[in-house]
């Protein structure tokens, strides 16, 4: 497989692990209107707004994201080396270029936009695919600058098996497009899919929204009436295909009746009175020029594909479900033209009554991203996160579907909190007026809810020393994640009453012994207080006294506070 290879690549292809790992630090609960700032277990909405760089951010969730998050989409800068742009898109950002100083030292003087672009995005990725689920996709929006470059690193990063082929978005008229040194108006921009690892992810899904538009619990389908239509559509051309389908939506009951069947030589035109009665409705083909019309399947056929949900019942109608996945060699082109980016701008002056933001993507665009994506319970993440259109479009569509997915979003810029955050308030809220409103509507609020977050304090200080002020519950976090790679929820009232037992996984069970401003070690008498028996003893402290032969005879692994806390 071809890789990409550019100026400093070797200082950040590992960089991800030597982020520093900092502390989110809760500043406040929203919903419905309310702040609250005195925060509690009780105001965990889920929905996360994070400000602060991303990288780090990123870092910071992996103890309880790492693995969970359904549906990632990001929009980074496009690199077109227009300094007017938010995201000031040549990375000459001064926390972009501070970072880069840092990081891939004096080579990174010679770096060109492209070599900076790729340097900024690479650690990020790695990241971003740590927190992906095994069956979750990542959609990243990028224009011609750096298409290429993206989809070689993401073929390095997610696999080239797990690409599922470039969707291009038509952006905008072209009236009014900057062509550059292009010869051609640009029209479209680009969105890349990569799954996660090899399991079945049909992109047509996403090619072809407007045909498998509806959705149940096994996936996508259109539907097409199952009685016949066109040649042959009369029911003395097929004679074993007329019968009457009586359903029952309360319990999803049928019976049928060879009531309408020609072979039989018998045809009632009233329906059956006592089905009727129990709550059954009738279905019967439609005539044909005043000739009886026919189903599509014999009786035995659809009682089958009933049974296999495969039926669909709408407005006195019966339907034959189509799905995605039984659509063979039917690949439609790669082509969105509905979502403009002049939808985003008209959504964010109905919000703002002004514009304030340059080249937002529409939430409509997010939305159907995510229906093609996601269940009702995902977790879906922007660390890119702008203008808010992500948590716009999670919180429409839980509004829509019923259901309670949610968001989490990182912006590095000081908007974090004026836009990024605000936007989400007033989607909540509701929005628009007939005065203010583009469409002369108001539109209506989604419900919902969110903790907003900046990066706080590094676990470790300089020197590899533990940073005390992060508080034991972040560091016991940190700690569980490190040696298990779950998340860590604590169940012991009391540290100290438990001997410093915070939990059992596989039959081990891991001590963290750490009392602040003291030296704690490990010794007989600790050991002796021990009160649960494990296969594996994991212990933390300052010092150990044991002997060798004791820890092995127990199965006792002792590691140094702070010097063996691994560092992801």
């Avoid at 890119?384 to 999670?394: I, L, M």
């Amino acid at each position: 497989m071809p890789t990409l290879n550019w100026i400093g690549k070797e200082k950040v292809i590992n960089h991800h692990q030597d982020v520093p790992y900092k502390i989110l630090e809760p500043l406040y609960n929203y919903e419905l209107g309310v702040m609250n700032y005195e925060l509690d277990a009780t105001l965990n909405s889920g929905n996360k707004i994070i400000h602060g760089d991303n990288l780090e951010a990123l870092k910071s969730l992996l103890p309880e994201y790492e693995g969970k998050i359904k549906c990632i989409y990001i929009d980074p800068p496009y690199n077109t080396g227009n300094e007017s742009w938010v995201y000031n898109d040549n990375v000459n950002h001064p926390k972009i270029k501070k970072w880069l100083g840092e990081v891939v030292g004096k080579d990174g003087e010679d770096l060109t936009r492209h070599d900076k672009w790729l340097c900024m995005m690479y650690p990020r990725l790695k990241l971003l695919h740590k927190l992906l689920s095994n069956d979750g996709v990542i959609f990243i929006s990028i224009d011609d600058n750096e298409q290429a470059n993206l989809k070689l690193i993401c073929d390095e990063i997610f696999g080239a098996r797990n690409y599922l082929g470039l969707i291009s978005r038509k952006q905008s008229s072209g009236s009014k497009n900057d062509m550059g040194n292009s010869k051609v108006i640009t029209t479209a921009d680009y969105i890349l899919p990569y799954k996660k690892n090899d399991f079945e992810f049909l992109p047509y899904q996403i090619k072809n929204n407007k045909k498998f538009n509806l959705k149940d619990e096994i996936g996508f389908y259109s539907i097409r009436a199952l009685e016949m239509q066109g040649g042959g559509d009369t029911l003395p051309q097929r004679s074993k295909m007329g019968y009457s389908i009586y359903h029952r939506k309360a319990d999803n009951q049928i019976k049928l009746l060879f009531d309408y069947n020609l072979e039989n030589e018998i045809v009632y035109e009233e329906e059956n009175k006592e089905l009727l009665s129990l709550g059954f409705i009738c279905y019967r083909p439609r005539k044909r020029d005043m000739a009886l019309g026919r189903w599509r399947w014999g009786d035995g056929t659809f009682i089958e594909r009933f049974n296999n949900n495969q039926v669909y019942f709408d407005k006195g109608r019966v339907y034959m479900k189509e799905r995605a996945s039984d659509v063979v060699n039917k690949y439609p082109e790669a082509l969105i033209e509905d979502y403009l980016n002049t939808q985003g701008t008209n959504e964010l002056k109905e919000i703002f009554y002004s514009k304030t933001f340059d080249f937002p993507k529409p939430s409509e665009l997010l939305k159907f991203i995510f229906t093609v994506s996601t269940d009702k319970n995902s977790i879906i993440l922007d660390s890119f996160a702008g203008s808010g259109t992500t948590a716009h479009a999670v919180l429409n569509l839980n509004k829509q579907d019923g259901g309670n997915r949610k968001y989490i979003l990182i912006e590095m810029e000081d908007y974090a909190d004026t836009i990024t955050a605000e936007r989400v308030k007033r989607v909540v809220m509701g929005y628009g007026n007939s005065e203010t409103s583009i469409t002369g509507l108001k539109t209506e609020g989604t419900g919902g809810s969110f903790n907003y977050y900046q990066l706080g304090e590094p676990l470790f200080l300089e020197e590899d020393v533990l940073n005390e002020a992060v508080g034991l519950e972040n560091i016991l976090k940190y700690i569980w994640y490190s040696e298990t790679r779950t998340s860590y929820s604590p169940t012991k009232p009391s540290l100290v009453e438990e001997n410093y037992h915070i939990g059992t996984k596989d039959q081990t069970d891991y001590y963290f012994y750490y009392t602040k401003d003291a030296v704690t070690t490990v010794d007989y008498d600790f050991m002796a207080k021990i009160k649960h028996k494990a296969s594996q003893y994991i212990i933390y402290a300052d010092n150990c006294l044991l002997e060798k032969d004791f820890m092995l005879k127990h199965h006792i692994i002792f590691k140094k506070i702070p010097r063996d806390i691994t560092r992801f």
